[in-house]
């Protein structure tokens, strides 16, 4: 990400690497077969992650043609208020001097709810 934050993405099936930072998981799900010792995560952010309803929605598409709809239905999501404070304390980590690295498990990264929430993220780094 640009202006000096330093968000980086990461799945959680990778090693971590020197400069992760402070790694925070951000799905709803604990991934499957990691130990928390492996994961090596210091926050779990569960509503920053689309909702149940939203995620089962997006998943029965098989084609793949509902994730302009999702991203919409996602970025709503984000503006509630529990969602709001967690981006709230997301964007505090990255200003207190990063880099954070946010871990996910989804195996297709460009598709999933990753990509908007660091859009999202950017957005909310850039407004004060």
């Known amino acids: 990400m ?7 993405v990461r799945r959680v ?23 928390k010792d492996r994961a090596r995560i210091d926050r779990w952010l569960k509503d920053l992650t689309p909702s149940g309803e939203l995620r089962t929605w997006y998943h029965e598409d098989r084609s793949g043609t509902r994730y302009d709809d999702f991203v919409d239905r996602y970025r709503a999501e984000l ?13 505090g980590m990255v200003r207190e001097g990063g880099p954070v690295t946010l871990v996910t498990a989804v195996k297709d990264v460009p598709r999933s709810h990753v990509p908007v929430l ?7 780094l850039h407004r004060r």
């Open 2 to 8: 640009g202006s000096g934050s330093d968000v980086r």
């Open 13 to 35: 099936y990778d090693p971590e690497e020197d400069g992760d930072g402070t790694r925070v998981l951000v799905d709803r799900l604990w991934p499957r077969g990691v130990s």
């Open 79 to 91: 503006a509630g208020p529990a969602q709001s404070a967690a981006v709230q304390e997301l964007v």
């Open 118 to 124: 660091v859009e999202y993220l950017e957005h909310e």
